[in-house]
């Protein structure tokens, strides 16, 4: 008896969470399933292979294990997923994808901080108002808004940036879906808001939560080296998200270099990957290795 009881809550909480994950399938958000660590349940595929050139592997295998390159809202692929980790208690929905371009604002209560206030400090200052839209409470007593943005517009994961406390889920990141429950308690949605679709993001706080154009490039304000190609590396960089942001920075600094803009694109390079997270000193010594590869010296 004892025995039985031990392995049936592991598997209650599994079907909850994959419950809770097909409904919100139904409202058109892409999921995965999550460990009680918050982290994707899946490991990697490629996690023992040597690191390729390129960019890193997005489920192009056909593999499970690509993070949140694995959600979908498709009922027979999410069941796939959550019978592939039955000791998933939760589930994590993907940020940036259509229909609903979803924007996490995580309301941290770890810190000092009172992030709450910031942020009304932030919305008091750059006159804007958030609102009604899904609030989810976190175990730890922290709060997720959850908001839309523009379908042309990638925002990028940032932790602190906007103000002590206050961490962004955009592209390439996740949010814990309601219902979840991780090591330290259950996810759930605010009360009287679970009816709510998401709200758009107000235009002045999405302004603050995209990098700002670089005025000082000799081609004038909010121009990037490269053109069009080095947009484009610069929106690879700022799509990573946790466990991807030294790697897909090194490729697209090696892309650059043997493009021949390596250089001129060195500092969006920096913003992009400290707005994903690293330290600029962190994304600065991996350009220079990737620069170090890609520079052909000649023969003496």
Known sequence: ?????????????????????????????????????K???????????????????????????HGVYDASTDPARIRELFAAAPWATGYGIACGLPPHHL????????????????????????????????????????RHLWLTGPPDVVVPNSAGRL???????????????????????????????????????PRSLLRLLLPPPRSSRPGGPGSTAGGAHGRGLVQFVLAAHEGQRNTRLFWA???????????ELTEDLVDAAVRTGLTAR?????????????????EP
């Open 282 to 298: 962190e994304a600065r010594g991996t350009i220079t290795s990737a620069a170090r590869m890609t520079t052909h010296h000649p």
């Open 1 to 37: 008896m004892a025995t039985t009881d031990r392995y049936r809550y592991p598997r209650q909480a599994t079907t909850l969470a994959l419950a809770h994950a097909l409904s919100a399938a139904e409202r058109g958000l892409a999921v995965i399933p999550l460990s009680r660590t």
């Open 253 to 263: 600094a090696c892309r650059a270099y043997e493009d021949g803009i390596g250089p």
């Open 103 to 142: 924007i996490g604002v995580d309301l941290d209560t770890k810190s000092d901080t009172d992030s709450t206030a910031a942020l009304r400090e932030l919305a008091l200052r750059h006159l804007f108002t958030i609102p009604p839209t899904i609030v989810v409470l976190t175990p730890s007593g922290g």
């Open 163 to 201: 103000a002590p406390g206050i961490d962004i889920r955009g592209a390439g990141g996740y949010l814990v879906g309601p219902g979840s429950r991780s090591a330290h308690g259950v996810y759930a949605t605010a009360p009287g808001t679970a009816h709510l679709d998401p709200a758009p993001c």
């Open 39 to 65: 982290l994707p349940a899946l490991r990697s595929p490629h996690r023992d292979a040597p690191e390729q050139p390129g960019p890193p592997c997005h489920g192009e295998c056909g593999r499970f294990g």
